[in-house]
């Protein structure tokens, strides 16, 4: 009987506006717990991220109209999105930090990454050259934090001091941040992709903030 109670009390706060609400407010601390047990797991406070650029696009984004919609800014005609014709036109901008093509072949995620995927990432002390990582964005000469929104761009160069160089894929240079990256400002790798559901987190982070 008194199960049937809590349901009969259950069904009745759950119907019309008010069960909208309540289902609500249980989405949002279902995230949130379910984020704790991620960044537990994942030991980093960023186990899912969205990527919300096309700086790490091997293609022609179909949002961009402008002339650095081809990748590395270089047009040509009838692109085809594949790894040798991206080596093709980004291939050069590897060249200073002593990444060949086989070696590129060989790294995370050799295809880069679209708009909307959802990573997910991991906590780590040691970074190795090819990976993709999540990190905070610093002046390089005040050390302060550019923006809030962290990048998520490839490690192409690890100097003598631990200084961590990031370059995106579709961009072809350096960010004037991207050559000073301390391992406290970095949130972890990027070791899965789940794709388009970054579009639904931005979203729910737009909404509830979580």
Not at 110 to 130: A, F, I, R, S
Request: include cysteine.
């Amino acid at each position: 009987m008194k199960v049937l109670g809590a349901r009969k009390t259950w069904n009745r706060l759950t119907s019309g506006s008010l069960g909208i609400i309540i289902y609500a407010v249980l989405g949002v601390v279902l995230a949130f717990l379910f984020m704790k047990f991620l960044s537990f797991a994942l030991a980093t406070d960023l186990p899912v991220v969205a990527v919300i650029s096309n700086s790490m696009d091997h293609g022609i984004p179909e949002d961009s109209t402008t002339k650095f919609a081809y990748p590395c800014g270089r047009a040509v005609d009838n692109y085809t999105e594949n790894f040798d014709n991206w080596w093709n036109l980004c291939g050069g901008s590897y060249a200073k930090f002593d990444i060949s093509k086989e070696e590129f072949l060989n790294f995370s995620f050799k295809d880069g990454l679209k708009k909307g995927d959802m990573p997910v990432v991991q906590g780590n002390t040691k970074y190795k050259v090819g990976d993709i990582i999540v990190y905070t964005a610093a002046d390089c000469g005040t050390r302060a934090i550019i923006q809030k929104v962290p990048i998520i761009h490839r490690i192409v160069k690890i100097d003598q001091n631990g200084l961590i160089y990031t370059q995106g894929d579709h961009n072809g240079s350096q960010n004037p941040y991207e050559s000073c990256i301390e391992a406290g400002q970095v949130h972890g790798r990027v070791i899965f992709i789940i794709p388009k559901l970054g579009y639904v987190k931005v979203l729910v982070s737009d909404i509830f903030g979580v």
